[in-house]
């Protein structure tokens, strides 16, 4: 029922909703559990083992019992928590896991066998006939399996994802977070506050005392508009942080349109990224039930659930209230109930020394030993100091005590500690880096301890940062201490629940220690306790207690279980928002991919990366008419390509050089600041790793770069090498490939090109040389290395500058009958100077295979030297890489196998394989690299190239490897 002059909702906006098929009427501002509470609504939904009724019983995402399905035009979301989603007009919702009705659902028949279905049944069930198995057992287990139901479509729904960055991050915005955002928002630091609810202020606005003289839901209403007039503090309202992680990275889950009718522009959710260099964790606390024999009919709720709905929605779900609890805090919610002429029957307190002050009955020592009302509370069953009591009642408000939300705490594998004066667990200190937790989540309760720790946070994550912190007075509240006596469980002949959503008793916790699952983490796989969408919020601490009872030991030495995250449900679509239809492996993109498709350049992906194939112009009907056009621009005049997916490495330290020796089978020790170097690595096992180029840019300041296939690989395997062989070693690495964006200008006229945008023409750069340059206001870096043959520079720019670089030297490049290139020319140059890929280097490949056996140095040891030194990885039996070309002008593909002339087509004999194939419109014909036993000595003969999948059967030619160029002149020109 709705109580007038109470709740923070628009009763001059009423909202039309469905729950079931049957409309109801709430207002802007409810949930859809205040709007149906307020219309007597107290059936919502169906428990999931034994489909037992169930009731509304907290106001938060902690929810386990009201768990509902929302169908919209273009999705229907199974398992949403009723008292988060807000009504709108026309939202349609029901209930679930029932069948056919929610009032007779067939399957609570599942409710009388509660006797056989103990925890762990399913272990020692279905276990014969075996044949039974796949044809009755799992079909009917699969049936009843789960809650909601999906709608079998495509959800068309629009997400978003999003970035951000800030000094300091707070969680949560109530007392304590409001003052940790003033503390640091009047000090200057970039701040965001996150807040799971659409109003902040927490639990202040429920209050009963004042806060700096004035009530503290005024007091709370000041700070936000303080909090919202400076320019420096972001306010996230509706926003969950989900998650915490490496790097200072936290997760955050906004809820953008699901509290608004659908719009086809407008994001149902939005998935945060939010980077911060400090954190105040001042996420409050979540009060717990208490685990009295029949305590989950529809009216039993959370004390603090009533009165979030009392003050917040104008909303008592009952008429005669019972308050059965075991602290202090409690107490004022009866307290607010009697003022806003709610009837509470009776206060039933477990401490026997406990006050009696409020206008009512007051029975100390007392406990709820049972309840009555299948479909919804009609009455208790109890005791007190006097004797056995019955007291009729339609809501029975519970409270066991407050649990801090110490969940982010534990995301980085930290454990929270046991803090026996409040009885429950609190966070340990530097769990998660630079987080503070303040509040109520760190275990201080009264308003006052909230606040002072919010400011103190604040000042040291000001600190951290270098900041002067702002010198700010705590405002002036209540300090009352709090004061609870435990009480778990009440002993009595029904079943009493921990767990609400996965039907988990005290009982079954109990067998689980019977059975020999004394393991916390065991205890909860054998029950499922915890593992429901609610993730055990209300339930894990009473069911470690009563695991810790059946064992006798205590809570403590007992443990807490994993909490991981999301900290609530958090939709995959939101997670995954903008890759609708795309696969699951992440998209890479250079900075000059806008350009290159303003091109129409048809992208591929090169690893992670999408890169242009080639670069079409009208009047070119086929991708080779292209592509040979574009070699052309490189052998003729200039070509432009982006190489920024290359890895790129940055190494410095005393010993930089002395560890690229130990990793390249070459020295690079010695060569000269302001060169260019290539190299091999090897792995342990003597093969290839990978091949690429080192620059020395100072004499402890080097500049790898690997293949792009490799460049995650080969920084694995320099972070191995770093750890197992030389962890003393002065020498740090780290991987830059995302700061630079680098281009490769070859041909002809590439330093014509490049003297085009310099200040002054290149002198005395030779090939193999690198250097810094400025371009305007910018750094650049220049290396001349080639990978095409021709004389060829690489210029390198942040990562900012990509795109406006790219457009400018293409520019500049099609003035001097050139223009941009893409993976197919580049391929076809890079077979004609034989040069090799990861398409050549497999994983299956020496330095011998590849004719690189002398560039295994003697003068020092390296990686995989030992190993490529074995028998059998060298030697005239090996396959060797050779250049192949048709005898005629067939075309060729790789994969294909090579045979001699007059060799039958079978597995045994087959003497090698093709690995990269192009048209070379140099040689007019295709040409191809490969591999081919004792190759080296063979160069000059015919062998057979049959590749049967593609019908193609070729006599080629054995040539060597390097087609074009052999001598190098061009490239050094």
């Not at 009952?318 to 609890?325: C, D, P, S, T, Y």
Request: proline share 5%; net charge neutral; charged share 20%.
């Amino acid at each position: 029922m709705r109580i007038e002059g109470k709740g923070q909702i628009d009763r001059a906006k009423p909202v039309s909703f469905s729950f079931d098929g049957r409309s109801y009427q709430g207002f802007k501002g409810d949930t859809v559990a205040s709007a149906l509470l307020a219309n007597g609504v107290r059936l919502i939904g169906r428990s999931f083992k034994y489909h037992r009724p169930r009731g509304v019983l907290t106001a938060g995402s902690e929810e386990p019992n009201a768990l509902i399905e929302v169908v919209g035009p273009a999705n229907q979301t199974p398992n949403v928590r009723a008292t988060v989603q807000e009504i709108f007009e026309g939202l349609v919702v029901r209930s679930q896991n029932r069948w056919p009705s929610l009032r007779f659902d067939l399957l609570s028949i599942n409710d009388l066998a509660s006797p056989f279905l103990s925890a762990g049944f399913y272990y020692k069930t279905f276990m014969w006939p075996r044949a039974f198995w796949e044809r009755i057992y799992e079909p009917i287990i699969r049936r009843a399996a789960g809650l909601g139901s999906l709608s079998g479509k495509h959800d068309e729904g629009h997400y978003e994802k999003a970035f951000a960055f800030c000094d300091v991050l707070v969680v949560g915005a109530g007392p304590a977070g409001l003052m940790a955002a003033l503390t640091a928002g009047r000090a200057g630091a970039d701040v965001i506050l996150c807040e799971e609810d659409r109003l902040l202020g927490g639990r202040l606005p429920y209050a009963e005392g004042q806060v700096d003289g004035k009530p503290a839901a005024d007091w709370a209403a000041a700070a936000e508009a303080e909090l919202r007039a400076l320019p420096n503090v972001r306010i996230m309202t509706r926003t969950t942080v989900t998650g915490a992680y490496d790097g200072g990275v936290y997760s955050a889950l906004e809820r953008v349109g699901l509290h608004r009718s659908p719009r086809p522009d407008l994001p149902r959710e939005c998935f945060w990224r939010i980077t911060a260099a400090q954190v105040v964790l001042a996420a409050g606390a979540l009060e717990r039930p208490i685990a009295f024999p029949m305590n989950d009919r529809p009216g039993i709720m959370l004390a603090s659930a009533a009165q979030t709905y009392l003050h917040k929605y104008g909303v008592v779900a009952g008429k005669r209230v019972v308050l059965f609890a075991n602290n202090d805090g409690a107490r004022a919610v009866a307290r607010q109930l009697i003022a806003a002429g709610v009837t509470v029957a009776a206060i039933l307190d477990s401490r026997s020394d406990a006050s009696a002050i409020e206008d009512c009955p007051v029975y100390l020592g007392a406990e709820v030993t049972d309840t009555k009302g299948r479909l919804g509370l009609t009455a208790i069953s109890g005791r007190h100091m006097a004797g056995a009591f019955e007291m009729d009642c339609d809501l029975l408000l519970v409270s066991g005590g407050w649990n801090p939300m110490v969940h982010l705490t534990c995301h980085m594998n930290g454990r929270p500690r046991w803090e026996a004066s409040i009885a429950a667990f609190v966070p340990m200190a530097d769990a998660v880096p630079n987080l503070r937790a303040a509040g109520a989540c760190n275990g201080a309760f009264s308003t006052l301890d909230c606040l002072t720790e919010g400011a103190q946070s604040a000042q040291s994550a000001l600190q951290a940062l270098g900041r002067a912190p702002t010198e700010i007075a705590v405002p002036r509240a209540e300090g009352l201490p709090y004061t609870i006596t435990p009480l778990w469980q009440v002993e009595g002949k029904g079943r009493a629940w921990l767990d609400f959503a996965n039907d988990v008793t005290t009982k079954d916790v109990k067998l689980s220690a019977q059975e020999g699952f004394r393991s916390v983490e065991h205890m909860k796989r054998y029950t499922t306790q915890g593992m429901a969408p609610d993730q055990g919020k209300n339930s894990n601490v009473g069911a470690l207690a009563v695991l810790a009872d059946a064992t006798g030991r205590g809570i403590a030495e007992t443990g807490i279980t994993t909490y991981r995250p999301p900290y609530v449900p958090t939709s995959i679509a939101a997670m995954g928002a903008g890759g609708r239809g795309a696969g699951f492996a992440p998209q890479r993109f250079m900075t000059s991919d806008q350009a290159s498709r303003d091109r129409g350049a048809p992208m591929i992906e090169a690893g992670l990366w999408y890169r242009p194939s080639y670069f079409p112009k009208p009047g070119e009907t086929t991708w080779r008419q292209s592509c040979d056009r574009e070699i052309a621009y490189v052998r003729a005049a200039v070509g432009v390509c982006d190489v920024s997916t290359l890895g790129k490495i940055d190494i410095q330290g005393r010993d930089a050089g002395r560890f690229l020796d130990l990793v390249y089978t070459n020295i690079f020790s010695t060569l000269p600041v302001g060169r260019v170097r290539y190299g091999l690595m090897l792995r342990e096992d003597g093969y290839v790793l990978d091949d690429g180029t080192s620059a020395r840019l100072a004499e402890d300041h080097y500049l790898m770069t690997t293949t792009t296939a490799a460049a995650g690989l080969v920084m694995r395997h320099l972070d191995f090498v770093h750890q197992a062989h030389c962890a003393d070693w002065d020498v740090r690495f780290i991987s830059v490939t995302e700061a630079w964006a680098q281009f490769a200008v070859a041909g002809p006229k590439a330093r014509a090109l490049i003297n085009s945008l310099l200040d002054a023409p290149l002198e005395g750069f030779p090939f193999m040389a690198a250097g810094s340059l400025r371009l305007g206001s910018t750094n650049a870096r220049l290396f001349r290395i080639s990978f095409s043959g021709e004389e060829g520079y690489e210029i390198a720019v942040p990562s900012r500058y990509g795109e406006a670089l790219f457009r400018d030297l293409v520019a500049r490049a099609e003035t001097m009958g050139g223009g941009p290139y893409g993976m197919e020319a580049l391929n076809v140059l890079r077979i004609e100077k034989g040069l090799i890929t990861h398409a050549e280097i497999h994983g299956r490949v020496t330095a011998y295979d590849i004719g690189a056996e002398k560039m295994i140095s003697a003068k020092k040891d390296c990686i995989g030297k030992r190993g490529a030194q074995r028998d059998g990885l060298h030697g005239a039996a090996r396959e060797q890489m050779v250049g192949l070309k048709p005898v005629t002008r067939a075309e060729i593909t790789s994969g294909a196998h090579l045979f001699d002339t007059a060799a039958d087509l079978t597995r045994v004999n087959s003497l090698g394989y093709t690995t990269s194939v192009g048209y070379s419109p140099l040689f007019d014909r295709h040409i191809a690299l490969g591999f081919l036993v004792n190759g080296r000595a063979r160069i000059g003969d015919t062998v057979r190239l049959v590749d049967r999948l593609r019908g193609v059967d070729v006599l080629c030619e054995v040539c060597d490897p390097v087609f074009f160029d052999k001598a190098g002149e061009r490239l050094r020109a």
